[in-house]
T-cell receptor, first 113, second 109 residues
Framework: EAEVAQSPRYKITEKSQAVAFWCDPI?????LYWYRQILGQGPELLVQFQDESVVDDSQLPKDRFSAERLKGVDSTLKIQPAELGDSAMYLC???????????FGQGTRLTVV | DAKTTQPNSMESNEEEPVHLPCNHSTISGTDYIHWYRQLPSQGPEYVIH???SNVNNRMASLAIAEDRKSSTLILHRATLRDAAVYYC??????????FGQGTELSVKP
């Protein structure tokens, strides 16, 4: 069964360092999402891509976060510099069409120390 | 973005049906109603979605009110593995998928 792949699964980084997460969506899925989930809360949408274009990044803290999906396939989310408050689970999801089901990866658990 | 309202938590007994309610009074005519669930330390998992008619799949049933201002996710026979946080989400034509706080379902043996 096809899955959304994310790496790494766990990441510990020091405050002010740069960190990057990678996501490989299910083949053929044009829509890709990045979410941040703080423990005890629902996932918060950071950015939505349609192919290689950003559809919505209104909640992305653009002073330190960036996201790209250069060829419309896999995607990278970067944080520079990391802050203590960035400790969270970062989730990637993809869907074939805009209204059909979305499939989520297992996430990357980030701890900033 | 249209919002949904769900109870914070619900309890169920194993092997009994569970009805998880969701209110979405500001839903627009083109919004789809999606349900996802999230087990501890895992990413959310798709459960079911619908537009106007009731829907059934192997995991659950979705009952949508005639005016579409509310919906109910039905688990026909709860198992211990169904203990999770269940999210009701309105997905617009632009594909935006916005999560709320969800309902934490606990299942007692």
């Amino acid at each position: 069964e096809a899955e959304v792949a994310q790496s790494p699964r766990y990441k510990i980084t020091e405050k002010s360092q740069a960190v990057a997460f990678w996501c490989d969506p299910i083949s053929g899925h044009a829509t890709l999402y990045w979410y941040r989930q703080i423990l005890g809360q629902g996932p918060e949408l950071l950015v939505q891509f349609q192919d290689e274009s950003v559809v919505d990044d209104s909640q992305l803290p653009k002073d330190r976060f960036s996201a790209e999906r250069l060829k419309g396939v896999d995607s990278t989310l970067k944080i520079q510099p990391a802050e203590l408050g960035d400790s969270a689970m970062y989730l990637c999801a993809s869907s074939e069409q805009l209204v059909t089901e979305a499939f989520f990866g297992q996430g990357t658990r980030l701890t900033v120390v | 973005d249209a919002k949904t309202t769900q109870p914070n938590s619900m309890e169920s007994n194993e092997e009994e049906p569970v009805h998880l309610p969701c209110n979405h009074s500001t839903i627009s005519g083109t919004d789809y109603i999606h349900w996802y669930r999230q087990l501890p330390s895992q990413g959310p998992e798709y459960v079911i979605h619908g537009l106007t008619s009731n829907v059934n799949n192997r995991m659950a049933s979705l009952a949508i009110a005639e005016d579409r201002k509310s919906s109910t996710l039905i688990l026909h026979r709860a198992t211990l593995r169904d203990a999770a946080v269940y999210y009701c989400i309105l997905r617009n034509q632009g594909g935006k998928l916005i999560f709320g706080q969800g309902t934490e379902l606990s299942v007692k043996p």
